[in-house]
Nanobody, 121 residues
Framework: QVQLVESGGGLVQAGGSLRLSCAASGSIFSIRNMSWHRQAPGKKRELVAVITSGGSTNYAISVKGRFTISRDNAKNTVYLQMNSLKPEDTAAYYC???????????????WGQGTQVTVSS
């Protein structure tokens, strides 16, 4: 069974930094896009950053220049380095990955359990 496990969330002061990690495990044939999403109370879930299997990236305008997404294909892990954090970055952060299990020819979207990031003013 394929699963994504997140870590790295916590409480930080405005201007501080956090690094989130998300590791995929299980019977995996390959992984294409990996991404981070967030959802704050009362708001819709939004895409924060995405990285392709080839390393191309895209970011939400609100985090561009402050956040960096990266991946380690050997470890099946995606990271989100968050710098210059603002109170408005406070949200539950979820990783997502398009994964082809060894038992299938198809790719499926998998989600992590979520990790809370809280930025104090």
């Amino acid at each position: 069974q394929v699963q994504l496990v997140e870590s790295g969330g916590g409480l930080v002061q405005a201007g501080g930094s956090l690094r989130l990690s998300c590791a995929a495990s299980g019977s995996i044939f390959s992984i294409r896009n990996m991404s981070w999403h967030r959802q704050a109370p009362g708001k819709k879930r939004e895409l924060v950053a995405v990285i392709t299997s080839g390393g191309s990236t895209n970011y939400a305008i609100s985090v561009k220049g402050r956040f960096t997404i990266s991946r380690d294909n050997a470890k099946n892990t995606v990271y989100l380095q968050m710098n210059s954090l603002k109170p408005e970055d406070t949200a539950a952060y979820y990783c997502n990955a398009d994964i082809r299990p060894t038992t299938s020819r198809n790719f499926y979207a998998y989600w992590g359990q979520g990790t809370q990031v809280t930025v104090s003013s």
